[in-house]
Structure formats: C-alpha cells, structure tokens
C-alpha cells in the first residue's frame, strides 16, 4: 500500500496521452488525485511509440500538468517515477510447457514449482520479447490441478500463458519517456491486462468471456476461461482507422472525427432506418449521412470479422457463457453492442473500470475511454514521488549545496528494463500473420 506519497502511470495512447496520479489503500481502493491527457498527434501508432521526440514532448507536457495541479492543491509534489502501457499490434499470447520428471514416489513440492517457473521466466520466445507471464495450468496424470504441491506423481506438466510481442517496444517507451526529464520507470504494464483486471468481474472470467478493448489505433482481443487468460491478440484497427476512411469523403481529419462522435452510428439490425437516412442532415452540406454510415459500417465489419475469428482460433467459442464486453473510447460507437450482438451471436456489456476499485472521480470510472489508464494503477507498488530529504540542523553551506533529491524506493537507473520486465513475472499474474506489419493500411 503507498501509505504516504502517491502512484503515477501514463498511458500512450494512439489518440491522446493520458497520465493519472493516485493513492491506493491495502484493499485495492483507488482515490485520483489527479488525472491530465494531451493529443498523442502522430507521436503513438497502433499503440507503438513512432516518435520517440514527440512522445518524450507530449509526456512531458502531462507530467508537467499533473504536477502543477498536484501543488496547487496541496496534493503532493514532483513526479519521479510512473508506471508505462505496454501496447502494439505485435502483442499476443503463446503457451509454453515446462515438464518435470520425480521418482516414482515423488511428491510435488515449492522448490519444485519454483524450479518449473525460473525455467519459464529464462524462456526466450524466437524473434520476439517476453513482456508478462500471464497464467499457470498444472497438468498431473492427464488432468487439470490448482494447489499442486503436496501431490504425489512422477511427472508434472505446466502450461504458461505468456505475452510476448516486439523487442523494441519498451526501447523505445523507455528513450520517450526518460529522455531530458529526469522520469524513470517505476513498471511496465500490459495494457490489455490492465484494462480486463479493472473491469471483468471474477464471474465472468470464470463463466467465459470475450473481453475487446475498442481503441483508436488497434483493438484487443482477450479470452477468459475457468478463471484464466487463454488467449490475447491486438488486431491493428480502431477507432482511428474509421476516422482515417471517413475523410476520404472530403474531410479533413478533425471534422472526419466530429462528424463520427456526433453522426456515427451501425444501422440496428432488421431496422430500416438506412433506407430513409437520406433524408438525415449533418451540419455539413456536403456530406451525406448514409455515406457516412456506410463508410463506418465497412469498417466495423473488417473489425468484427477479425474479432470473430480469433474467438474462433482460440477454440473457446461455444464456451464463453458471459459473452463479449466491451470497453474502450472505440467502443461508445452507436449501435456496436447491437451489432456485435447480431454479429456473434452473444450477449454483449458494456463496461468501464468498476466503481468497487475507484471512489472518487466518476466521471473515469464511468468512461470507458479511461478504463486501461486507470487499470495500470491497480499495478502501482511503489511510491512515485520525489522526496526531498531535509537538511539536519547545523549543516555546513558546502553540505547543503551538495543535496540532491533522493526516491524512497531503488533508482530504476540502476536496473535496465530487461530487470523490470523480468520483475513483472514474479506474480505470474500463428493467425493473420500480416497484421504485426507496421505499415499503415
């Protein structure tokens, strides 16, 4: 628990910045302080860092806003440490298999399982990074076992939901974020992770369910079950490319994004209302509402189309008994639960981060645009203030000169991000290949 003091996390978002200050009790209750976002412009792409210069810029720019409200009410002070989204097109899951022989009168025991997941943590997934070990199946005498230590069996198997993605992705995170402000790195989170852990409920994840995570840039693709993650994906479309298609009607780019917030909408199924949209306005006279439906409603069905196939992929299809929740800023589009719902064939909820983890502030909690920044503070262990030590009394001039500021917790300098990456796993908390190109569509 941060007791005194208070925890920061930023999140890089393809359509804007979002940076947030907090305090959180021993029962997971977060109280924000403060909460600040800026125009992430071109600086983030599909949740990538692309310009490391600007998005150094524009988090600068958050931290510095924060801050100021910070003292302004007497709040608290400087930033030193946050915690950082871990997102991109390239994330997805694999599982890994880690085998253990015993005697033939072995008995399971912590050194055991200790053993199985060092192994796990030291795998290196080809041509990628492993970001987070995620979940743990243990398999002994062909059958599924939760507590296996104390078990008798020669042999025992264990399944690790991993999530790897690019190598570059936190170099990157990592020059945009510390470069010429002082910032360090107090833990990389998974933004999909995050988002899921402060909206599902424990019900649902044990039922079964398709958690999507509608973003500007891309949308992600999580499957619950029994409990546990058992597949994720980021697909490279959002709610930025359907802002991206609607200006090819002759829009520019901000008045392509108005005309989706206040016009946009799916045609409700075995509704006929396309049929007499040509007699609908927009304040443009130029733009014609049913072209503009027609351009979102494409698109939302390339997205759809891909969602519905890695539900497929993942085998757990007819076992998803709470359905698709849906949360993100992508996902306030009229009529996409609608949609979905017709679509896929599921019941369908719309959710944000629940009001049991955030007591003040409801108009984030109730935002679902927010709800992946506000789930990386659910992460936050350690103090992210800077403390000022205070000067003894009677100290020389020279000795006060050569004050510095100090952190409560252990300079991330001294660490290097494969350190904190690997800090992540203490916990344990193939398909259209082609999407983890970079390339703009």
């Given at each position: 628990?941060?007791e005194?003091?208070?925890?920061?996390?930023?999140?890089l978002?393809?359509?804007k910045?979002?940076?947030?200050?907090?305090?959180?009790?021993?029962?997971?209750?977060?109280?924000?302080?403060?909460?600040?976002?800026?125009?992430?412009?071109?600086?983030?792409?599909r949740?990538?860092?692309?310009?490391?210069?600007?998005?150094?810029?524009?988090?600068?720019?958050?931290?510095?806003?924060?801050?100021?409200?910070?003292?302004?009410?007497?709040?608290?002070?400087?930033?030193a440490?946050?915690?950082?989204?871990?997102?991109?097109?390239?994330?997805?899951?694999?599982?890994?298999?880690?085998?253990?022989?015993?005697?033939?009168?072995?008995?399971?025991?912590?050194?055991?399982?200790?053993?199985?997941?060092?192994?796990?943590?030291?795998?290196?997934?080809?041509?990628?990074?492993?970001?987070n070990?995620?979940?743990?199946?243990?398999?002994?005498?062909?059958?599924?076992?939760s507590?296996?230590?104390?078990?008798?069996?020669?042999?025992?198997?264990?399944?690790?939901?991993?999530?790897?993605?690019?190598?570059?992705?936190?170099?990157?995170?990592?020059?945009s974020?510390?470069?010429?402000?002082?910032?360090?790195?107090?833990?990389?989170?998974?933004?999909?992770?995050?988002?899921?852990?402060?909206?599902?409920?424990?019900?649902?994840?044990?039922l079964?369910?398709?958690?999507?995570?509608?973003?500007?840039?891309?949308?992600?693709?999580?499957?619950?079950?029994?409990?546990?993650?058992?597949?994720?994906?980021?697909?490279?479309?959002g709610?930025?490319?359907?802002?991206?298609?609607?200006?090819?009607?002759?829009?520019?780019?901000?008045?392509?994004?108005?005309?989706?917030?206040?016009?946009?909408?799916?045609?409700?199924?075995?509704?006929?209302s396309?049929?007499?949209?040509?007699?609908?306005?927009?304040?443009d006279?130029?733009?014609?509402?049913?072209?503009?439906?027609?351009?979102i409603?494409?698109?939302v069905?390339?997205?759809v189309?891909?969602?519905?196939?890695?539900?497929?992929?993942?085998?757990?299809?007819?076992?998803?008994?709470?359905?698709?929740?849906?949360?993100?800023?992508?996902?306030?589009?009229?009529?996409?639960?609608?949609y979905?719902?017709?679509?896929?064939?599921?019941?369908?909820?719309?959710a944000?981060?629940?009001?049991?983890?955030?007591?003040?502030?409801?108009?984030?909690?109730?935002?679902?645009?927010?709800?992946?920044?506000?789930?990386?503070?659910?992460?936050?262990?350690?103090?992210?203030?800077?403390?000022?030590?205070?000067?003894?009394?009677?100290?020389?001039?020279?000795?006060?000169?050569?004050?510095?500021?100090?952190?409560?917790?252990?300079?991330?300098?001294k660490?290097?991000?494969?350190d904190?990456?690997?800090?992540?796993?203490?916990?344990?908390?193939?398909?259209?290949?082609?999407?983890?190109?970079?390339?703009?569509?």
């Amino acid at each position: 628990m941060i007791e005194s003091g208070f925890i920061a996390a930023i999140d890089l978002g393809t359509s804007k910045i979002t940076g947030i200050v907090a305090r959180k009790n021993d029962d997971n209750v977060i109280s924000v302080l403060a909460c600040e976002t800026t125009k992430s412009g071109n600086s983030i792409r599909r949740g990538l860092v692309y310009n490391i210069k600007e998005t150094n810029a524009n988090v600068r720019k958050v931290i510095s806003k924060l801050e100021n409200k910070l003292i302004t009410n007497n709040l608290g002070g400087k930033i030193a440490k946050v915690y950082v989204s871990v997102a991109g097109q390239s994330l997805h899951t694999i599982q890994h298999t880690v085998s253990k022989q015993l005697s033939s009168t072995g008995i399971v025991t912590d050194n055991v399982i200790e053993q199985m997941h060092k192994e796990a943590r030291e795998f290196k997934p080809d041509m990628s990074e492993l970001y987070n070990i995620v979940d743990v199946e243990y398999i002994i005498n062909g059958k599924a076992e939760s507590k296996p230590v104390g078990v008798t069996t020669e042999a025992i198997e264990a399944n690790y939901q991993m999530i790897v993605g690019r190598p570059n992705i936190v170099t990157n995170i990592d020059k945009s974020i510390k470069e010429n402000s002082g910032i360090e790195i107090a833990g990389y989170v998974v933004g999909p992770l995050a988002s899921a852990n402060i909206a599902l409920n424990e019900d649902e994840k044990e039922l079964g369910c398709a958690f999507i995570d509608f973003g500007a840039g891309s949308t992600s693709v999580s499957i619950f079950k029994e409990g546990k993650l058992r597949h994720m994906v980021v697909i490279p479309f959002g709610g930025a490319t359907i802002t991206k298609d609607i200006s090819e009607l002759n829009l520019v780019e901000k008045d392509a994004e108005e005309h989706k917030i206040i016009y946009g909408k799916i045609s409700e199924p075995k509704d006929t209302s396309l049929s007499k949209s040509s007699t609908e306005k927009t304040t443009d006279k130029n733009l014609d509402f049913s072209k503009l439906v027609h351009v979102i409603e494409m698109r939302v069905q390339e997205i759809v189309e891909n969602i519905e196939a890695q539900i497929n992929y993942s085998g757990y299809k007819d076992k998803l008994g709470a359905g698709l929740i849906i949360t993100g800023g992508a996902s306030q589009l009229k009529n996409l639960d609608l949609y979905l719902e017709a679509k896929l064939g599921m019941s369908v909820r719309k959710a944000s981060a629940k009001r049991t983890y955030i007591n003040n502030f409801p108009e984030l909690a109730n935002d679902p645009s927010y709800t992946q920044a506000l789930g990386l503070l659910l992460y936050g262990k350690v103090n992210c203030e800077e403390e000022v030590i205070k000067e003894p009394v009677g100290e020389s001039v020279e000795g006060k000169l050569d004050k510095r500021k100090k952190i409560k917790s252990e300079p991330s300098s001294k660490r290097n991000a494969g350190d904190k990456i690997k800090d992540m796993f203490g916990g344990l908390g193939g398909l259209f290949a082609g999407m983890f190109d970079e390339d703009d569509n």
